[in-house]
């Protein structure tokens, strides 16, 4: 391989489009044509308010939404119309967190449990599973004994670090984050997502990493993509994008976010009165 050649993406979304049914058999196009890709090691954040189609593009990713037009390329292959069997396997270097972590474990499961199904499903023994587990735990910083325990013994940030565990169980290539601290308090959103910088660090993980907050965005990503009603209306390095933003929405992202100094605030609530035009 020639030394100055480019890595190849990890990830490559190219022209998506992802149609849902409305009234009277008609559809809301809800991305349009939506480009971008993700490098081996990066974090792509993508950001946008609720309804702008964020969520949706990790869901076309990990074949939760059907695809009306467009590319969707896994590590070299053409993923978009995989089969159910196809995508199973799959999960072994494609996974997920939630925005939730009340919702997206098992409560009748165990951690051990939750943590050993994925390796179970993929053909890992018993014995090295509950190894792999106790691997795991000691990764997202829990100890031993929360294996036998459930997961309403725990609070929401443990219970986002069990998550987290589970997604690295099968040591995927891309982690699509959806909203992953959006339900948590202030300090136990920044341990975690201390925590996903670290294993990043340590496993070269790639994350597409979701969520509505630009200054979490800043925080976690390498490269931005700004989404409005469906178009990526703005991309480039996180400096450039939540720094010194070039189109208007995404500006107004920036201006709207909340800050702890009142009279930056007030600075930004009449600059972004200018930016829309409000009076």
Request: charged share 25%.
């Amino acid at each position: 391989m020639n030394m100055h050649e480019p890595e190849r993406p990890l990830l490559e979304v190219d022209g998506l489009e992802v149609s849902f049914a409305a009234r009277r058999r008609t559809r809301t196009k809800v991305l349009k044509g939506v480009s971008f890709d993700i490098r081996p090691a990066e974090t792509f954040g993508l950001v946008g308010e609720s309804g702008s189609g964020k969520t949706t593009i990790g869901r076309a990713v990990l074949g939760l939404v059907p695809v009306q037009a467009g590319t969707i390329t896994f590590d070299g292959e053409r993923i978009e119309r995989a089969a159910p069997r196809r995508r199973r396997e799959l999960s072994r270097d494609l996974q997920v967190i939630f925005q939730d972590p009340y919702t997206s474990l098992n409560p009748s499961f165990s951690i051990g449990d939750t943590l050993m199904e994925p390796l179970i499903a993929q053909g890992t023994t018993v014995r090295e599973a509950r190894g792999r587990v106790g691997e795991l735990l000691e990764r997202v910083r829990l100890p031993a004994d929360a294996a036998d325990r459930l997961p309403r013994e725990f609070s929401g940030g443990q219970r986002q670090r069990v998550a987290i565990a589970r997604a690295l169980a099968l040591r995927p290539k891309l982690i699509v984050c959806d909203e992953p601290v959006s339900a948590l308090d202030l300090t136990t959103q920044h341990t975690v997502l201390e925590l996903l910088l670290e294993i990043q660090d340590q496993t070269a993980v790639s994350y597409l990493f979701v969520s509505h907050d630009l200054s979490v965005v800043r925080a976690m990503s390498h490269r931005v993509a700004v989404i409005h009603q469906g178009e990526l209306v703005e991309t480039g390095e996180a400096d450039q994008v939540t720094a010194r933003p070039e189109h208007p929405y995404t500006r107004a992202l920036m201006l709207s976010a909340p800050v702890a100094d009142v009279h930056e605030q007030r600075r930004r609530r009449r600059e972004l009165a200018q930016e829309t035009g409000a009076s």
